[in-house]
């Protein structure tokens, strides 16, 4: 699968953190901080300027965090629901909307499940495209989660994330490409076997990347040693991206090694961080005294959506001429 847009295009999108360099990320996580410290200052940054968000899978965080963020620096949002629309009913192509939509808008963000259907999006968009979600990636939730880290730990380079559970997923393979990136220790622990382990493009790309920054990365079936010293826990839902119900009960047994529990935080560092993108199922993929415990930062995590939301928009607006300054 190839992930990168057409090589004569300069029109900068976000698709995946593959294709963002490590100075690229950094930018991103200190306009959010920015943001975040000082909003008054960017009130009115985006005024006149129309977001179009689409939606072929719903979320209440994505939602929410880019609507209000458009609206808070001056601009506009509109949702656009693919099961209401000729795209949905495959009655119009992706280039045809898109091509229409860029006429209209000044950015798109997109919400979809094909990563395939995203990459068309961009190769068909001259206004920046904004991956929210596919089944392969989910790159600003990782940029938010980065965020966040850095506002509790006051740095990334040196630091150890673990993560736990079904990592043959959107979060995995973004930090995948993002952490050894930006020098942290990756350890993911996970059931043996390709349907839960990550994607061959991703393990390569984060296995190259530990090697040029000199950190460590490894896929491990251990869930102690995965925790054992790490400075950020981090689990995800076992049940993403339209899993059949019917196989909530067996991949309930088939993770519930990899549940985060007190006990397995206890193998992290004292002062560690949890982290879950959410939603979360308390007794699923972490008990309840993890989640809401006082290592949780869970909904820090949340909010930050919203401030790293904001910063891209105005990135990638900037980059693209829309705006200036």
Request: net charge negative.
């Amino acid at each position: 699968m190839r992930l990168l847009i057409d090589k004569d295009t300069t029109m900068r999108h976000l698709l995946t953190l593959e294709d963002w360099t490590k100075e690229q990320i950094a930018e991103a996580i200190a306009a959010a901080r920015a943001i975040k410290a000082d909003p008054g200052a960017y009130a009115d940054i985006l005024r006149r300027k129309t977001l179009c968000m689409i939606f072929e899978k719903p979320s209440l965080r994505t939602r929410l965090s880019f609507e209000a963020g458009m609206n808070q620096m001056g601009g506009h949002a509109i949702y656009y629901d693919t099961s209401t629309s000729p795209l949905g009913a495959g009655k119009e192509t992706i280039a045809d909307t898109v091509r229409t939509m860029c006429r209209y808008v000044d950015i798109i963000m997109a919400r979809l499940f094909k990563h395939e259907d995203i990459l068309e999006m961009a190769r068909h968009a001259t206004v920046p495209v904004i991956n929210a979600l596919t089944n392969f990636s989910h790159p600003g939730q990782i940029l938010a989660d980065l965020q966040t880290i850095e506002e509790h730990k006051g740095r990334l380079a040196g630091l150890k994330l673990a993560y736990f559970g079904d990592s043959f997923n959107n979060v995995t393979h973004s930090l995948l490409f993002a952490c050894p990136k930006m020098g942290l220790h990756l350890s993911v622990a996970c059931p043996p076997g390709e349907a839960y382990e990550p994607d061959p493009r991703a393990f390569a790309a984060a296995r190259a990347d530990a090697e040029r920054n000199g950190v460590t990365f490894q896929v491990t079936h251990d869930a102690a040693a995965a925790a054992r010293d790490a400075d950020v826990v981090y689990t995800d839902s076992w049940m993403s991206y339209h899993i059949p119900k019917d196989q909530a009960e067996e991949r309930a047994a088939l993770f519930a090694p990899y549940r985060v529990t007190a006990d397995l935080m206890r193998q992290a560092k004292p002062d560690a961080i949890f982290l879950n993108c959410l939603p979360a199922v308390r007794g699923m993929e972490q008990t309840a005294d993890v989640i809401d415990g006082p290592q949780s930062v869970v909904f820090d995590e949340a909010e930050n959506r919203m401030h790293m939301h904001k910063a891209l928009m105005l990135i990638l607006l900037r980059e693209a001429g829309t705006i200036s300054g």
